[in-house]
């Protein structure tokens, strides 16, 4: 058995999260290491590109960002993000983010 580094809680060797604080593990797969850090690309990528229109910038940067931030500490990600992200930001990196099991 191990322990959470988060909140000390015991937690089975196989386990993704922590049942107690909902933690990462940080046993994440290679394919999903992947398909994250594509879809921060195509976030990113998508973002520059809708530099020529203003508004659209009030919610592809803040998206990005918070994506990114998530990534970055092994935070979850949830559906509805997934979805926004899909019709607002990146079709491909909604596609991905969705595809992504964490």
């Known amino acids: 058995m191990a322990f959470c580094k988060k909140c000390g809680t015991e937690i089975a060797d196989d386990a993704v999260i922590c049942p107690g604080c909902g933690a990462s593990t940080n046993k994440q797969s290679s394919q999903s290491s992947t398909l994250k850090t594509v879809a921060k690309i195509f976030m990113i990528l998508s973002t520059v590109f809708m530099g020529f229109a203003l508004i659209p910038l009030a919610w592809c940067i803040p998206m990005t960002v918070i994506y990114c931030k998530k990534v970055n500490n092994n935070e979850p990600v949830g559906i509805g ?22």
């Open 81 to 102: 993000f997934k979805i926004c992200s899909l019709l607002f930001v990146s079709l491909i990196a909604g596609i991905l983010m969705l595809c992504d099991n964490d």
